[in-house]
């Protein structure tokens, strides 16, 4: 039996849990492997050691002595967005409310959606639940609440849950600790059900972590994180040229490359019969901006007026980001989207703390043959790891300029792999073209580039690529891999002759 005093202390560390989801991460390499265990778990059930009187650093303490060593550095509340003039994302209030939009039906992802369908769970008239057929988890994506993006580290009265048994073991998690059921779907990069629960008693994210953290019917529980994408403040185009790549040459045909962004101009000349498939993971949520998804595919497969890095290339474009955020759920919902594509690039030009469903994610798209390429990050020197890019198998990418000066705000840390040109490239936006910097534009020419390299031997793999930009690249910086440059930046033609 719990004694009252007991459910008073594990609440009193969950919810110093929730206050604190900042301190996740640090990039300090001096830390103990004890304290990088501590500032690594994610739950209350897990972090209530830490947090006790001699057992450890407190997170984000000062270093007088108390364990933490003066250069830890924590995740800030936000990660700096660095668009010039970002709005806020549509739908939230002042204060930080959201109000929630009208999901609009997409029959793209959901062809069922059309008319509604009780199989996800839900309330009839009255209140009274309709049971979901037993042991079927739901087909595509049963949206009862939209999902949203806000200021702040994350979405903060929702948790994101994996769920053995589909939709009737996901109805009885909720019942059992007062829960409500947002959106469930079966995920094909998981392997399992992804259920967004909605905590609508104001309990903090940190403590209902902590009482499923104990329920075997759940396989993993994450806050839904927010992610940004990775765009810094605002010369013809010197990208061909400092990787080594013959502009006249250049070809992507045959290569299929995801873009999981912001929504995009597909009627921009640079763009035309360049969007092969898209996808709206964000239903409901107006459109307020394009620029950012236009230059990204256009500087992977730009055609015409502006050429790309590997023109013929097909872009599969997946809208999730809207006033430069989106959150965990939506982007691992156009993750499986570009996985059903049967994709062999996806470009991940966001940044966003560390989550376990999106590691598992990215390891279920290695798994099927996708090579990951993502953004390390605008946030300084002194920021956090950022991710996906820190994740093993998905390839880091920096941004230097003209002449290989690494960015100024660029991320820095042992995770980066690669560096490519991203300060000042011109670029497709709307109405015409425009100078972008910012490590989310190195990372699509360098997801053009190996478009370019499977075009050469549609048969390469991902880890023969992988181990060929690093194996061939120019070293810059520190001799060897550091944690400026990566490896060095990036040489195409040379990666193209290291062939298996």
């Known amino acids: 039996m719990t004694l009252p005093g007991q459910v008073t202390g594990l609440m009193l560390a969950a919810t110093l849990f929730a206050a604190a989801p900042a301190l996740a991460q ?16 994610t ?6 050691d830490c947090l006790q009187p001699g057992a450890g650093p407190t997170p984000g303490g000062p270093a007088d002595g ?9 995740l800030p509340e936000l990660l700096v967005d660095l668009f010039p003039n970002p709005g806020d994302f549509p739908g939230v209030a002042s204060g930080g409310q959201a109000a929630v939009p009208v999901p609009t039906p997409n029959p793209l992802r959901d062809p069922a959606a059309a008319s509604p369908d009780p199989s996800g769970g ?3 008239a009255g209140g009274t639940p309709t049971p979901p057929p037993p042991d079927v988890p739901p087909p595509g994506t049963a949206i009862i609440a939209p999902p949203r993006a ?6 903060p009265d929702e948790v994101l849950v994996t769920v053995d048994g589909g939709a009737p073991v996901a109805q009885a998690v909720a019942a059992a600790y007062g829960l409500e059921i947002r959106s469930q779907r079966l995920s094909a990069l998981l392997g399992t059900s992804l259920v967004r629960y909605g905590i609508p008693d104001g309990r903090p994210v940190g403590t209902v972590l902590a009482q499923l953290a104990g329920d075997g019917r759940t396989t993993t529980r994450e806050p839904n994180h927010i992610y940004e994408l990775q765009q810094a403040a605002a010369v013809p185009n010197f990208a061909f040229q400092r990787i080594a790549l013959d502009e006249a040459a250049a070809n992507g045909e045959n290569v299929s490359v995801a873009v999981i962004d912001t929504a995009i101009d597909d009627t921009h000349p640079a763009l035309k019969g360049v969007v092969a498939g898209s996808f709206d993971a964000m239903p409901g949520v107006t459109v307020t901006a394009r620029d950012h998804a236009t230059s990204v595919a256009g500087l992977i497969a730009g055609t015409g007026p502006f050429k790309g890095m590997a023109p013929g290339s097909k872009i599969f474009h997946a809208r999730a980001f809207e006033g430069g955020k989106s959150n965990m759920e ?6 499986d989207w570009a996985a059903e594509q049967n994709v062999q690039i996806v470009n991940m030009s966001f940044v966003g703390p560390k989550n376990a469903l999106l590691e598992q994610a990215s390891r279920g798209a290695r798994a099927r043959g996708m090579i990951l390429v993502a953004a390390a990050g605008n946030n300084g020197p002194g920021a956090p790891y950022g991710y996906p890019a820190a994740y093993k198998g998905v390839i880091a990418v920096t941004a230097t300029d003209a002449k290989d000066a690494l960015m100024k705000q660029a991320n820095r840390g042992p995770y980066v792999y690669i560096s490519a040109p991203g300060v000042d490239l ?8 425009d100078l972008v910097t910012g490590t989310s534009f190195a990372a699509a020419v360098v997801s053009g580039a190996i478009a370019n390299l499977l075009h050469n031997e549609p048969g390469r793999s991902a880890d023969s690529i992988e181990k060929a930009l690093a194996a061939t690249a120019t070293d810059l910086g520190d001799k060897g891999r550091d944690t400026d440059f990566g490896f060095g930046l990036i040489n195409t033609k040379a990666a193209e002759a290291a062939r298996e």
């Open 43 to 48: 739950t209350a059930a897990t972090s209530v």
């Open 150 to 155: 806000i200021a702040g580290a994350f979405v």
């Open 26 to 41: 640090t990039n300090d390499p001096s830390l103990t492997p004890q304290q990088l265990d501590c500032l690594n778990r």
């Open 122 to 124: 839900g309330t009839q």
């Open 330 to 335: 939506i982007i691992l919902n156009a993750l």
């Open 66 to 74: 108390s364990g933490i060593p003066p250069r830890a550095v924590g």
């Open 426 to 433: 011109m670029a497709p936006v709307g109405g015409g073209t």
